[in-house]
């Protein structure tokens, strides 16, 4: 799943996300937190078409009391 569509559908699903950082001295992937009823993760999300590991968009849904398999795409993605 690509990471701008993985942010897209945080949001739709009720999910606020805060940072948009990245770590000092550090190129690539931006951290993010994500916040959704009472519960919070944070995320890896780079350039809207980098390509996110789905162990982490699984993980990033259960902390999130979100359904994966609500995800867009293909299931075999997550």
């Not at 994500?34 to 699984?58: C, F, I, N, W, Y």
């Amino acid at each position: 799943m690509e990471s701008g569509t993985f942010r897209k559908w945080l949001v739709e699903h009720g999910c606020r996300i805060d940072g948009d950082r990245h770590p000092t001295g550090h190129e690539g992937p931006v951290t993010v937190i994500v916040h959704r009823e009472g519960k919070t993760t944070q995320v890896m999300l780079g350039s809207p078409h980098h390509d996110l590991d789905p162990r982490a968009v699984q993980a990033a849904c259960e902390a999130l009391g979100l359904d994966p398999s609500e995800l867009p795409g293909p299931t075999s993605r997550v």
